[in-house]
């Protein structure tokens, strides 16, 4: 596990001193609402990152990224997770990663030309839009949007919402019932809907912990009323919706939970760097607490048991295929989620009042970060379908 | 405990009635930070509470309120509390509750004037300005702001923050250092200072978990840049800075213990609610998933706990004084922010990502108290006290 | 609630005294295995507190017992399950006190004379045998026992264990099947059977936490090999038996729960005190880490709040009736089982190795009480009941 | 991590029949305390094991061990762990273990003749005596027992418990203070003393958890009366005491946590087990229960957690030392402790109350490893050590 190659030594490096340097200095710009001159900053910095080479660092070199093995990826994706805005710099942010994952296996040379590539250099954002409002997302077979051909076209008639960064996409992956009359994973396709065509409104952003957001940043509602798009934008086999969902599955939830690891080791670091400096009487540094000394080991305990868990599934997945690691997968979405509320929740404690302004980004990530149990699945619905499975060994 | 008289039960019927009818529908103004048109239909209803004696249930009858004992307030501000906006309407919110009670005590027949009566009156605001960003909240006796006498005036110099609703407040109450020399709990006093005089400088109202607020609610950020106030504007006698605020102590602990307990009922409807109406699948209630279950059994004892205990605690200041009561006013501290957090997390979880909206108060709670745990001493300083009260027992 | 008259205040400070210079001396014969002379001492004590009147509390005056509430009982077994002995010295001891309820209740003058009367006079000790090895005890209606009327006899078949104190008991309560196609709950009877009766066979006693016990101290398995006994043996009518263990339920609920918490204020005293002595560094007592304050400060809110909740619950079976009060019941059982099983985690880990010894009571408790979460129905079972009551309200 | 040698995997599938077919059979006899067959029973597996190669694992070849590494030694100690016996069987038990290495590295010719050859073969047994009653274990440089010089012996006086398996020993490695005016971590030595000295008293085996146990399953307290051995039975050099047990420290925190892991295990695979096969109601097995389907989850997820963490400890101090590896070493005290605790209450749990009868050792390790806790330095110790050091690195 400690195997890290020192080519990949070295990319780290670079990257912690570039996140440190260049990135964690724009966060105020997010933390106070200010996202216009955030993104034109943003955009600056992703030229530099780019022209250093770092850019993509997920994807195959062939399509101009770094070419790194999931476990790499993984270990890149800790280190951005560190800043609020670490993967958007280096274009491997959700949902775009994802999205290019999807386009790069199952996008015809068109889709390619048009959506992928303008997506790898950084051109145009995207979106991907399945969650429903009427629906609950623990169970996604469960969804009313359809796609009903008509002609050489789909018509897709639905209600979307939780389409994180819908605002200013240029196009959105549409899940939606193609084949009604199928078996349970084989109704749904995915689509590819260009924003800009008729019948697509984003409703709003929705106020999400008290915050709309703007442009990546937010989480669109979204309606669609009989947008029609070639069948031709269909991604994959129709009715394969599910089973490409699933593809992206395992790494996707690599790089989240590596992400948190990140957030994790910020916070862990922000509240030492404060027990230290902070005196709860002159000359009595809050770190001499014994309670603070408590959460300090017992958070690091927990970070380090998450991330080794995290690079085994890595390890595992790159080894032997998603399948063998169905378990692990599923177990790391609730640890590691766990772990990562423990630990903020300790860091805001230890800062006291300054814990609950916007002075640290503890407290974006304690109320953002609350998302963690619930999307990709609830805590509760991954703990039974694991559990589930284990207990069938026994049977 | 369960002894509520006829009266009291008629008072907390209508009350319950007046905050599901007229103010809970006021809340999506605060959550889309909509203040003006907020602060406006806020007036109304204030009028009509007061229309109908409704206001001031903490107050003596004397001074126009309605004159309940500690435990009967406690009542009251449990249902206040089921709403963010209860306790405003009937002009017994923080901090100008506690103010208005400082000034009761100890305020000088000019000071009830000019500062108490219209406070009584609803038309103006106040603030309460204690706590330093520069030290630790959690050890109140070490404070930098000073009040020093120049002629018959004070002039105080000093920088504090988290003077919630400071931002249109007309007088701050503030606490500064007026004998550096004497022992420890005797340095400071409590100082009129109207906050239209030279040198009161409101900074910005802090970002607090996101958002700035505005009006009421906002936490404001004040230097004092040698503000010039006659000494008449003292509370109390010199040096009881710490005498008073001691005073407000236990009476404000059963307020606040009791709007979170109120906090707590209404998220554990909403919990319940949603989970008998939302279907996992067609047919299926998540209110039959067993985690669900457990989550409000658990959800169900630990807030009948929490509220005997307060009950409990108020009935012994009541009868025995705030002395006797010291163990028990410091372990509801501790004791029901754990729960209101542990409560507001399964209540969030069992929404999905629907909890994670604005469209129910629980993602406001879920961010805004998680200061329960830190504001009036945090959880760790409470613990800390009382256990060293009980162990000095078995020595 | 802290109503208590000064009648009760005397009785208990007597309690208190006896339980404290009379009993707790006894316990390390307990520990130790030393049943003979520990029962022989308990009959002096016994004795003793016959002759000063402390006997019997919970039963009424006409019957030779003390006559008190069910509040004041719940006090008075709080201070006797302050040691492992306390309840069995006054005759309020289970199995035999529930048995004593239901034959007051349901026994006819035959079954009173021949049964109840010796017991009240502590001459001899019976049990109460309706767990099943094979059938979960977590579904009270699941059971295999049969009782066959054959002429004028009930002809009992059926293997039943953990019925406490069956060693050495006069009388055995059965519950088994004598309407097998009546409706779920109207199944069963209760029927005294004689342990002197052919082809009942105490098979052992089985060992729990790594301890057979003897006599009172024991929890039988018991083959019931087509056992005989006049249909006159039966209590109240054919098929109530769940009708009146129900009646039970309660009341055995209330003084469960107090004698928990007693348990958890002598395990918390024992912890206070060793605490204060214990250095861990020259003139350094234990009680001066925040870990061990931290635990003190949890431990008093969680006792604290457990108790309120049981005697709130009393109070109201006193005021309502049980069935009013189901909720309440349900809920102390697991809520009070959890504080008891932290405090004592607490209480001997704050004793290092000495809370693992038998020095203390502390880890006969920590084995023994374990159970306190599966007996009476595991708390998961109670949690589901009470949820799915609650949350049907809001159907 | 998964990287097991070919070699590796045949050794653990082997020791994993043993465990299964030979050892797990002879448990209940140590459940019910019949140490004199079970001694006997064990002797003829030990013989079995020691003919078949599966003898010392940890020992290096040329002592007639199997020369495994840290990490493999490891592995097998987590199959050992899966059984009560597991370890003695295969001469790695402790104290034994440790008390080898120690001769192995600071044993004189003379001593390894004496002591440690007859060790390895399996024919006496040895005891490690350093807690003391009177002084806390947390703080071992607190220590009262003595060797004094006089002419060429030492002369030993204190007082010891918890000296594990003193029953029986043939030698005791004593902890003593020798230079009492030196720093603090060179006070102490270790020094041989056999058991049959004049002055030896092994006044009790203590009663832990109820049980007093025997032989090799026993906690010995020991009164070393003015014990006068020669000054050749110094092991290392004077002084050395701590410098010496502080080399086995890293390596016996792995066995142990290993042996740890393979009891939750053990205990996981009963608790599945137990789950598929009740049934709650006809047709309805526990394991459809959601709370089971929850502990299995996160009993898998911990359980993998505490595996990676040990295994990366191990790997780090085979790879570079313990002194590298110390925060690691400390972490998986309390994280490992932990995670075995809840384990195993959830397995008991789960089993209802089979799971608190000694019918699966699952209630053994209930009440006998809540000692994990506690021993080789109680979890709060751990957690403030590895937490100043890490503090230190931010100041």
Redesign the interface.
Known sequence: ??DISPELRMILSTIREFVQEEIIPLEPLL???EYNPLMAQLQEKRDKAHSLGLWLPQIPQEYGGMGLTLVEHGRVSEILGRSLLGHYVFNCQAPDAGNMEILIEHGTPEQKETYLMPLLRGEIRSCFSM?E?EN????PT?MSTKAVKEGSDYVITGHK??STAADGATFAIVMAITNPTAAKHERASQIIVPTAVPGFRLVRN??????RGMGWASHGEIMYDGVRVPQTNLLGPEGAGFAIAQERLGPGRIHHCMRWIGICERAF?LM??H??R?????GRP??E??????W???S???I???R??VL?AA??ID?QGQYAAR??V???K??VAGVLQRVLDRA??AH????????TPI??W??HE??A???DG???V???S???R??Q???
């Open positions: 596990m400690n933390l106070n609402h969650t409002p609950p997302g623990s169970n469960w919402w939780f929705t106020s999400v912990m008290g915050e670091d030492c760097a027990a230290v902070r005196e709860v009487a002159p809050l770190a607490q014994q309670t603070i000394q408590n300090v080991a017992e690091r305990a927990e380090n048991a998450a080794l868990m085994d390890y595992k080894a378990d692990e599923s177990l790391i609730f640890y805001l404690q006291g009042a300054l814990g609950m302004t916007d002075e407290a974006y304690y109320r609350r998302a149990r619930i999307y609830p805590d509760e991954h703990k039974r694991v559990a589930r284990i207990l060994r026994y049977a």
